[in-house]
């Protein structure tokens, strides 16, 4: 497979943008988009909140895992994984296989207002703690995605072959750095493979 044939996955934190720039970045490539988040609750039939309500957190993490194993053999796509997806080693593994890794970051209380702004949040993002988010004082939502982050941003990093800030950073942007540095790998990866790189000046 071409380099550029690989698909691009998209991790990080609730908030950071990997659904919206999902979408945009397949448009762009012309390629399909799949998010987790969406194909776990149309198997399902309910939001995440419901599932997560109703069954707990562990029924959705199942979900989510049966969910990334669908897309394991897919080629040329774009995906959006959940914020937790790589928690689960396992699926960190499959992620690391079937792709190009692309993490998105941002300031946690520009991640706390993201959410508080966008409607999906309601049915998509539970509460992490027993309070629900709505009832979280933004200082307390910041405490609790700071708390969260300290623990799971060594995972993000050591899957990452790019790592993009999205604190200041307007979609359109995000997505030219993406095309831009995914062009770019590629080319150094098919010089590599067929040893045309070597041959400094
Ligand atoms: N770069 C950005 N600048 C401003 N708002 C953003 C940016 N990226 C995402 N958002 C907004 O933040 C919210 C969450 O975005 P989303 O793509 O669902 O993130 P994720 O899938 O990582 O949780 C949405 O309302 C979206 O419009
Ligand atoms: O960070 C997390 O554990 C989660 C992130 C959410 O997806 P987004 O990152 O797309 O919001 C969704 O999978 C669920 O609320 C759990
Ligand atoms: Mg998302």
């Known amino acids: 497979m071409l380099p550029n044939d690989r698909n691009i996955i998209l991790i990080g934190y609730r908030g950071t943008g990997k659904t919206s720039v999902g979408r945009e970045l397949a448009r762009r490539l012309n390629r399909p988009f799949h998010d987790t988040d969406v194909l776990v609750e149309a198997r399902e039939g309910r939001s995440i909140r419901d599932m997560v309500d109703q069954e707990g957190w562990a029924f959705f993490r199942e979900r989510e895992k049966a969910a990334l194993r669908s897309l394991e053999t897919i080629h040329r796509c774009v995906v959006a ?11 960190a593994g499959v992620l690391k296989a079937m792709g190009w890794i692309v ?13 508080r ?8 993002r539970p509460s992490f703690s027993a309070k629900d988010t709505a009832e979280l004082s933004e200082q307390d939502a910041i405490r609790e995605t700071t708390e969260i982050l300290t623990q799971r941003m060594p995972i ?17 942007e995000i997505v030219e750095e993406i095309l831009c540095r995914f062009s770019l790998n590629g080319s150094k990866e098919a010089a590599a493979s067929d040893g045309s790189g070597s041959r400094g000046g």
């Open 81 to 91: 994984t959940g914020g937790g997806a790589v928690l689960d080693p396992e699926n």
């Open 103 to 115: 993490l998105l970051t941002a300031e946690e209380g520009i991640l706390v207002r993201r959410m």
């Open 117 to 124: 702004n966008d409607p999906a949040s309601h049915g998509q």
């Open 156 to 172: 993000y990093r050591r899957l990452a072959d790019l790592v993009i800030d999205t604190s200041s950073a307007t979609l359109e």
